[in-house]
């Protein structure tokens, strides 16, 4: 039971046990509220007395060792127990003299045994009602304390907040500190409501007018504060609130301080009331010019547009508004400007401007309506500037929303004009910008390539001039685009290359990012990189979002990619799926550009299908009219040669003919090579349809000389089934065979045969896996072949050129035996080979794979995995050593869709394979050390980490892996995969022979490195 809420704990010591329990039983029967405590001698009752707050305690004074007068004694010198009451019970009725020693060691009373059960109990309730009554006295003491020592608190606290204002606190001032700390309720220490409620009010108004204008601010930077402070050292105050912790944050390096999110809104409704409309609005304003003057023009802008200074917003745009759409704060301003009212902006040229250039970001279809408006107003006023801006933005809306070429190639004209007549009145950034427009217009409008190089040139001249890296990028992407329709991959591969070094210096949200990406898609698609290519894109659509790809012509561009790459990869089916996908997302409704092309891509599918070519023709014709309508001469020569497929496939020559000499004369007529390859193969496929042969030869004889001379291994509107019909042709008519046996191998993964038939090569996978593959299907596990035969078919896929002497060969699988015995078990390991091999194969004879010439064993017409994997990491090795980290990351992204594990894994290999095993795998962790750094250089820890981590399970004791991923995890404050890593490396060490003391000692030096690093 308890009394009240209290449960009391007595302690019973008496070194006879039979007493004891006695006792015990006694209080627990009676006074079931009371916990007993039993100890047999005084050292027990001392630990148990230290480990339990002690209410009252009953001792036995005759104990050994230590009586009860001493443990009476040492009770009463804790200051934590001396105000336990002690009951001493004594074997008689306690003389005069026991009575005064224990009086004296600080005994409360005294019992005699035998002890009546009645008198001991009610010694007992005595003794706890009075510990009861002490214990709340000691309450109440403690909160009068309490009480005393928040009030002095308070007063101090607030003294000292009025002290740090750095005004005299006078008399008046401590008067009022001591009249607010006596508001605060008792039982409360200081929060929100109390300080921005009746507290506040109460203090003098230079305080509140102070606190109430910083409120309006998002953050406090100190120049800032002082500026607006009505108190003299604003500094002190806002310094002593965040030594306090009263809901202010501060950043030391920014000299910034910042409201905590409730109080802020708190003061800020508040200052509504307290400030005039027009104290507000100097706030703001003071807030926009010091941020001017910071270079920060975005944050300004928004402190105008919150005050409703339109006029003075306008101002700001037509000074700075060119670094805000070429600079990082782009993809804010979209924000700031969404916040201003439309009708404001439709009032004002250049509110309406970044009105539509926020829209083109965003939501590309209402742009229009806000640019033209805009240069009608700038005309209207004569501002050049405003014009030129506008004009540029309405060039640019012509590609992203699929406006008419033609309204395009107008405001080209007027561009030319402004720059010419107004040379010396317009900067670096404006003369970049308005040769960057020139260039569009010279490419996707006047089909003029030769100056759109001139243009972006100049232009880039500009941007390096005024030093503008978000001008200089999509200039670079600009002439990487030149260089990819003139077919000169190398120019396209140096401007990416440059541009992506470029590109670390922005901000990840800046569009340029996107930009650089969907031209390394195009890019891959052209130089026949299909592997690097899916990855690409699909990392790109996951993230950009599906949001994104609706609103942005992004979308339907990655889609025609993707449909083109899976087209000559034969996955037609997957074509269809994806055009069904892009009708289903409406991707392509606000771009006719692209929307034909998707209705061309639709026929091109239905060729196939005799009862739908009605609809072929009528989504050709509508294609056709609705692309020759927009220009574009990328569009349109694309246009052409499906259609001319297409007509091809449904019989219609003449017109297919016609379509594809008109495609010819205009991409020779530009200079425009890219697409010119597709027109020479339509040429020959079509030739071939009308059973031409000869005919077909001058078109394919143009094709493979072109492509060999830009060494190109894709073109448009390539298919496995159209190069099935041409290269074996090529090779049989001796018409530039090389390069044609080289695409079947890179395409079909077939080699040609000298009288035309094509031959499936076979795939040997030994990374990670043993296995044998052909027209990819897996024909055969190598652990279904007998040990030697293994050997034999590895050391003959590692030699070089796959050709091996016999006697060599014998001398290393047989060494110890005499060369017949040795020549024997060849011919027993080959034969059961050859006829395993045979057996296995889907087309071919083993006659086409492995023979024995001349006492020279040669393997031919396979492709390694391994092999294919040493080579794509040497190049990626060669181009980081020439800095070009680009395509270095590329090379080992290649490399790393050929790596699968180790090389013959688990199986057992002679000392020369096993010194390749070894040698590959240790290729593969020097490209995890140098392909991770390239990831987090470009901010893709992720995979930076998930690369780290396998390579420490290929080699758990590879320091340089170790530190880079502990490092990375570390710096992302992630101390549990941090500190995990280090135990697996400990463990490891451990286990690879180091002492205990020594891989201490490591692991500890590598964690001091990475924190000073």
């Given at each position: 039971m308890k009394e009240g809420n209290q449960l009391f704990n007595l302690l019973l010591v008496d070194d006879n046990p039979t007493n004891l329990s006695l006792l015990a039983q006694i209080v627990e029967m009676d006074l079931p509220q009371v916990r007993v405590l039993t100890a047999e001698s005084a050292a027990a009752a001392l630990e148990l007395a230290q480990q339990n707050e002690i209410d009252g305690a009953f001792v036995d004074v005759q104990m050994p060792v230590t009586s009860g007068l001493e443990l009476c004694r040492q009770l009463k010198e804790d200051p934590r127990l001396c105000q336990t009451p002690v009951v001493l019970m004594t074997a008689h009725i306690a003389t005069a003299q026991l009575r005064a020693e224990g009086l004296e060691a600080g005994a409360y009373d005294f019992i005699s045994q035998p002890i009546s059960n009645v008198e001991m109990l009610a010694r007992i309730r005595v003794?706890?009602?009075?510990?009861?009554?002490?214990?709340?006295?000691?309450?109440?003491?403690?909160?009068?304390?309490?009480?005393?020592?928040?009030?002095?608190?308070?007063?101090?606290?607030?003294?000292?907040?009025?002290?740090?204002?750095?005004?005299?606190?006078?008399?008046?001032?401590?008067?009022?500190?001591?009249?607010?700390?006596?508001?605060?309720?008792?039982?409360?220490?200081?929060?929100?409501?109390?300080?921005?409620?009746?507290?506040?009010?109460?203090?003098?108004?230079?305080?509140?007018?102070?606190?109430?204008?910083?409120?309006?601010?998002?953050?406090?930077?100190?120049?800032?504060?002082?500026?607006?402070?009505?108190?003299?050292?604003i500094e002190g105050a806002l310094d002593y609130l965040w030594r306090h912790n009263f809901f202010l944050d501060q950043d030391h390096a920014a000299d910034r301080f910042r409201l905590q999110e409730t109080l802020r809104e708190r003061f800020r409704r508040q200052a509504e009331l307290a400030l005039t409309e027009q104290e507000r609005g100097e706030v703001h304003g003071m807030a926009a010019d010091w941020y001017l003057q910071q270079g920060q023009p975005l944050i300004a802008l928004n402190y105008l547009q919150t005050a409703g200074l339109f006029s003075e917003a306008e101002l700001l745009l037509s000074q700075y508004g060119i670094a805000l759409v070429a600079g990082k704060w782009l993809p804010g301003l979209a924000d700031v400007m969404e916040r201003i009212p439309q009708e404001m902006a439709a009032k004002r040229g250049w509110l309406a401007l970044f009105s539509g250039i926020s829209k083109q970001q965003r939501q590309p279809q209402e742009a229009h309506e806000w640019l033209e408006l805009a240069r009608t107003r700038f005309v209207a006023t004569r501002e050049v500037h405003g014009e030129l801006l506008a004009l540029t933005f309405q060039v640019v809306q012509c590609l992203i929303a699929g406006a008419n070429f033609s309204?395009?190639?107008?405001?080209?004209?007027?561009?030319?004009?402004?720059?010419?007549?107004?040379?010396?009145?317009?900067?670096?950034?404006?003369?970049?910008?308005?040769?960057?427009?020139?260039?569009?217009?010279?490419?996707?409008?006047?089909?003029?390539?030769?100056?759109?190089?001139?243009?972006?040139?100049?232009?880039?001249?500009?941007?390096?001039?005024?030093?503008?890296?978000?001008?200089?990028?999509?200039?670079?992407?600009?002439?990487?685009?030149?260089?990819?329709?003139?077919?000169?991959?190398?120019?396209?591969?140096?401007?990416?290359?440059?541009?992506?070094?470029?590109?670390?210096?922005?901000?990840?949200?800046?569009?340029?990012?996107?930009?650089?990406?969907?031209?390394?898609?195009?890019?891959?698609?052209?130089?026949?990189?299909?592997?690097?290519?899916?990855?690409?894109?699909?990392?790109?659509?996951?993230?950009?979002?599906?949001?994104?790809?609706?609103?942005?012509?992004?979308?339907?561009?990655?889609?025609?990619?993707?449909?083109?790459?899976?087209?000559?990869?034969?996955?037609?089916?997957?074509?269809?799926?994806?055009?069904?996908?892009?009708?289903?997302?409406?991707?392509?409704?606000?771009?006719?550009?692209?929307?034909?092309?998707?209705?061309q891509y639709r026929a091109l599918l239905w060729c196939g299908e005799s009862e739908k070519h009605h609809s072929i023709r009528s989504d050709l014709q509508r294609s056709l009219e609705l692309l020759d309508k927009q220009g574009g001469l990328r569009h349109v020569l694309q246009s052409k040669i499906i259609a001319a497929s297409c007509f091809?496939?449904?019989?219609?020559?003449?017109?297919?003919?016609?379509?594809?000499?008109?495609?010819?004369?205009?991409?020779?007529?530009?200079?425009?090579?890219?697409?010119?390859?597709?027109?020479?193969?339509?040429?020959?496929?079509?030739?071939?349809?009308?059973?031409?042969?000869?005919?077909?030869?001058?078109?394919?004889?143009?094709?493979?000389?072109?492509?060999?001379?830009?060494?190109?291994?894709?073109?448009?509107?390539?298919?496995?089934?159209?190069?099935?019909?041409?290269?074996?042709?090529?090779?049989?008519?001796?018409?530039?065979?090389?390069?044609?046996?080289?695409?079947?191998?890179?395409?079909?993964?077939?080699?040609?045969?000298?009288?035309?038939?094509?031959?499936?090569?076979?795939?040997?996978?030994?990374?990670?896996?043993?296995?044998?593959?052909?027209?990819?299907?897996?024909?055969?596990?190598?652990?279904?072949?007998?040990?030697?035969?293994?050997?034999?078919?590895?050391?003959?896929?590692?030699?070089?050129?796959?050709?091996?002497?016999?006697?060599?060969?014998?001398?290393?699988?047989?060494?110890?035996?005499?060369?017949?015995?040795?020549?024997?078990?060849?011919?027993?390991?080959?034969?059961?080979?050859?006829?395993?091999?045979?057996?296995?194969?889907?087309?071919?004879?083993?006659?086409?794979?492995?023979?024995?010439?001349?006492?020279?064993?040669?393997?031919?017409?396979?492709?390694?995995?391994?092999?294919?994997?040493?080579?794509?990491?040497?190049?990626?090795?060669?181009?980081?050593?020439?800095?070009?980290?680009?395509?270095?990351?590329?090379?080992?992204?290649?490399?790393?869709?050929?790596?699968?594990?180790?090389?013959?894994?688990?199986?057992?290999?002679?000392?020369?394979?096993?010194?390749?095993?070894?040698?590959?795998?240790?290729?593969?962790?020097?490209?995890?050390?140098?392909?991770?750094?390239?990831?987090?250089?470009?901010?893709?820890?992720?995979?930076?980490?998930?690369?780290?981590?396998?390579?420490i399970r290929l080699e758990p004791t590879r320091e340089p892996l170790v530190r880079r991923l502990y490092g990375y995890h570390s710096g992302r404050r992630k101390s549990v995969q941090a500190k995990k890593i280090l135990e697996f490396y400990y463990q490891a060490l451990l286990a690879d022979d180091y002492s205990a003391a020594d891989a201490s000692e490591i692991v500890q030096a590598l964690e001091c490195d990475a924190r000073q690093f």
């Amino acid at each position: 039971m308890k009394e009240g809420n209290q449960l009391f704990n007595l302690l019973l010591v008496d070194d006879n046990p039979t007493n004891l329990s006695l006792l015990a039983q006694i209080v627990e029967m009676d006074l079931p509220q009371v916990r007993v405590l039993t100890a047999e001698s005084a050292a027990a009752a001392l630990e148990l007395a230290q480990q339990n707050e002690i209410d009252g305690a009953f001792v036995d004074v005759q104990m050994p060792v230590t009586s009860g007068l001493e443990l009476c004694r040492q009770l009463k010198e804790d200051p934590r127990l001396c105000q336990t009451p002690v009951v001493l019970m004594t074997a008689h009725i306690a003389t005069a003299q026991l009575r005064a020693e224990g009086l004296e060691a600080g005994a409360y009373d005294f019992i005699s045994q035998p002890i009546s059960n009645v008198e001991m109990l009610a010694r007992i309730r005595v003794m706890l009602r009075l510990r009861q009554n002490e214990k709340q006295l000691i309450k109440s003491n403690t909160e009068l304390r309490r009480q005393v020592a928040v009030k002095t608190s308070n007063l101090r606290w607030l003294s000292g907040l009025l002290l740090a204002g750095g005004d005299a606190v006078a008399e008046e001032d401590r008067e009022l500190a001591l009249k607010l700390s006596s508001r605060l309720p008792e039982d409360s220490q200081f929060n929100i409501e109390q300080f921005s409620g009746q507290l506040f009010q109460e203090m003098p108004l230079r305080w509140r007018r102070t606190v109430l204008k910083l409120a309006l601010l998002e953050e406090i930077p100190l120049g800032l504060a002082e500026r607006l402070a009505e108190i003299s050292d604003i500094e002190g105050a806002l310094d002593y609130l965040w030594r306090h912790n009263f809901f202010l944050d501060q950043d030391h390096a920014a000299d910034r301080f910042r409201l905590q999110e409730t109080l802020r809104e708190r003061f800020r409704r508040q200052a509504e009331l307290a400030l005039t409309e027009q104290e507000r609005g100097e706030v703001h304003g003071m807030a926009a010019d010091w941020y001017l003057q910071q270079g920060q023009p975005l944050i300004a802008l928004n402190y105008l547009q919150t005050a409703g200074l339109f006029s003075e917003a306008e101002l700001l745009l037509s000074q700075y508004g060119i670094a805000l759409v070429a600079g990082k704060w782009l993809p804010g301003l979209a924000d700031v400007m969404e916040r201003i009212p439309q009708e404001m902006a439709a009032k004002r040229g250049w509110l309406a401007l970044f009105s539509g250039i926020s829209k083109q970001q965003r939501q590309p279809q209402e742009a229009h309506e806000w640019l033209e408006l805009a240069r009608t107003r700038f005309v209207a006023t004569r501002e050049v500037h405003g014009e030129l801006l506008a004009l540029t933005f309405q060039v640019v809306q012509c590609l992203i929303a699929g406006a008419n070429f033609s309204l395009g190639a107008e405001a080209v004209l007027r561009i030319e004009e402004i720059l010419s007549q107004y040379q010396e009145q317009l900067d670096s950034f404006y003369q970049a910008s308005g040769h960057g427009a020139l260039a569009i217009g010279a490419i996707f409008f006047n089909q003029d390539l030769a100056s759109a190089d001139l243009h972006v040139r100049e232009g880039l001249q500009f941007a390096i001039k005024s030093s503008s890296v978000e001008l200089q990028v999509p200039l670079r992407l600009f002439l990487a685009y030149l260089g990819l329709l003139q077919a000169r991959y190398p120019l396209a591969v140096a401007e990416l290359e440059a541009s992506h070094a470029l590109i670390a210096e922005l901000p990840q949200a800046d569009p340029c990012r996107v930009l650089q990406q969907v031209m390394s898609c195009d890019l891959l698609l052209r130089t026949g990189d299909y592997a690097n290519f899916h990855e690409l894109h699909q990392r790109l659509e996951l993230a950009l979002g599906r949001s994104y790809l609706q609103q942005n012509t992004i979308g339907p561009i990655l889609c025609r990619f993707l449909v083109e790459v899976l087209l000559a990869e034969g996955q037609q089916h997957l074509v269809r799926d994806r055009l069904d996908v892009c009708a289903e997302e409406d991707f392509v409704v606000c771009n006719p550009h692209l929307q034909g092309m998707m209705l061309q891509y639709r026929a091109l599918l239905w060729c196939g299908e005799s009862e739908k070519h009605h609809s072929i023709r009528s989504d050709l014709q509508r294609s056709l009219e609705l692309l020759d309508k927009q220009g574009g001469l990328r569009h349109v020569l694309q246009s052409k040669i499906i259609a001319a497929s297409c007509f091809t496939q449904t019989g219609d020559y003449l017109r297919a003919e016609q379509l594809l000499q008109q495609a010819l004369e205009l991409s020779v007529a530009q200079d425009e090579v890219l697409l010119r390859p597709a027109i020479f193969a339509q040429q020959a496929a079509l030739c071939l349809c009308r059973q031409l042969e000869q005919a077909a030869l001058a078109p394919l004889q143009q094709l493979l000389e072109l492509l060999e001379q830009k060494k190109q291994q894709h073109f448009f509107l390539l298919t496995p089934a159209l190069l099935r019909r041409l290269l074996p042709l090529a090779v049989q008519q001796q018409v530039t065979p090389d390069w044609a046996e080289r695409m079947a191998q890179h395409h079909l993964t077939c080699t040609v045969q000298a009288d035309g038939a094509l031959l499936p090569l076979l795939e040997i996978k030994t990374l990670g896996r043993s296995e044998i593959y052909q027209q990819g299907k897996k024909i055969l596990d190598c652990s279904e072949l007998g040990s030697l035969s293994r050997q034999l078919l590895i050391l003959l896929l590692m030699a070089p050129n796959h050709r091996l002497g016999l006697d060599h060969l014998l001398g290393l699988l047989w060494p110890e035996s005499s060369s017949t015995r040795a020549r024997a078990s060849f011919d027993s390991n080959f034969s059961r080979l050859r006829k395993t091999l045979d057996a296995a194969l889907l087309c071919g004879s083993i006659r086409d794979y492995l023979v024995l010439e001349r006492g020279v064993l040669i393997l031919r017409n396979i492709c390694a995995d391994c092999q294919q994997f040493d080579d794509s990491v040497k190049k990626g090795q060669l181009h980081l050593r020439r800095q070009e980290l680009w395509q270095a990351g590329l090379a080992f992204r290649t490399a790393n869709h050929f790596w699968q594990g180790t090389f013959l894994a688990g199986q057992d290999l002679p000392d020369e394979l096993f010194v390749e095993q070894q040698r590959l795998t240790e290729l593969r962790l020097d490209m995890v050390e140098s392909w991770s750094d390239l990831l987090l250089r470009d901010d893709a820890g992720e995979e930076a980490a998930a690369l780290l981590q396998e390579g420490i399970r290929l080699e758990p004791t590879r320091e340089p892996l170790v530190r880079r991923l502990y490092g990375y995890h570390s710096g992302r404050r992630k101390s549990v995969q941090a500190k995990k890593i280090l135990e697996f490396y400990y463990q490891a060490l451990l286990a690879d022979d180091y002492s205990a003391a020594d891989a201490s000692e490591i692991v500890q030096a590598l964690e001091c490195d990475a924190r000073q690093f």
